[in-house]
């Protein structure tokens, strides 16, 4: 669905339904506040599900990020949303109930020349096989997806910290701890 398309709700600042329906795009040029979903992919034996991000996107292109992501839909729900992005970007398809929900995380960023984007991520976790070749990246969205060891990406986030979507500290802590939690099993 193009930008103009895509309806989102407004939030408050406090992250309430204001009500108004906007556009996407003009949600991020006005700041105005909204809501996506975080998936965090994990198998037990190849780790955590991450995607390289496709390099014409407007927001953080070409870097890695997690499994998947995507904006709310105006009057969609949390976990309808979830399991369509999550097989949008990977073609992984899940059941609502196969999912935990794992919290919220508030983020405000601002992109050149005048994006503004705050939202209230809904974060989402699944554990479980995966059969790697079933995976596909969606092209608009995703250029590469790939498994890493939580050792490795702690390493990589470290190492190359410019080659990730820049999340705040807190959200990289509660990520790698899911992600070592999913391994343990």
């Known amino acids: 669905m193009a930008d103009k398309e895509e309806l989102l709700d407004v ?39 991450c995607q390289k ?7 953080n292109p070409g870097l890695w ?3 998947a992501a995507g904006h709310i839909g105006a009057g969609e729900f949390l976990l309808e949303a979830a399991v369509r992005e999550l097989e949008e970007e990977t073609a992984l398809s899940v059941e609502q109930s196969e ?22 991520n809904q974060i989402f976790g699944y554990s479980g096989k995966i059969d790697f070749g079933t ?23 470290q190492e190359q910290p410019n080659c990730w979507v820049s999340h705040h500290p807190n959200y990289y802590k509660k990520l790698y701890r899911f992600a070592n939690r999913c391994e343990a099993l």
């Open 65 to 67: 990020d997690f499994s």
């Open 99 to 120: 999912l935990r929900y794992l919290g919220v995380h508030v983020s405000e960023n601002h992109y050149p020349p005048n994006l503004i984007d705050r939202e209230y």
């Open 135 to 157: 995976l596909v990246p969606q092209k608009e969205e995703v250029s590469e997806l790939r498994f890493v060891r939580p050792k490795q990406l702690l390493s990589e986030w």
């Open 11 to 49: 939030l408050t600042p406090a992250g309430l339904r204001s009500g108004l329906i906007r556009p996407k795009k003009q949600a991020h040029q006005e700041g105005l506040w909204h809501a996506t979903v975080h998936l965090w992919v994990c198998d037990p034996q190849l780790g955590l599900l």
């Open 53 to 59: 991000r496709a390099e014409d996107k407007q927001m």
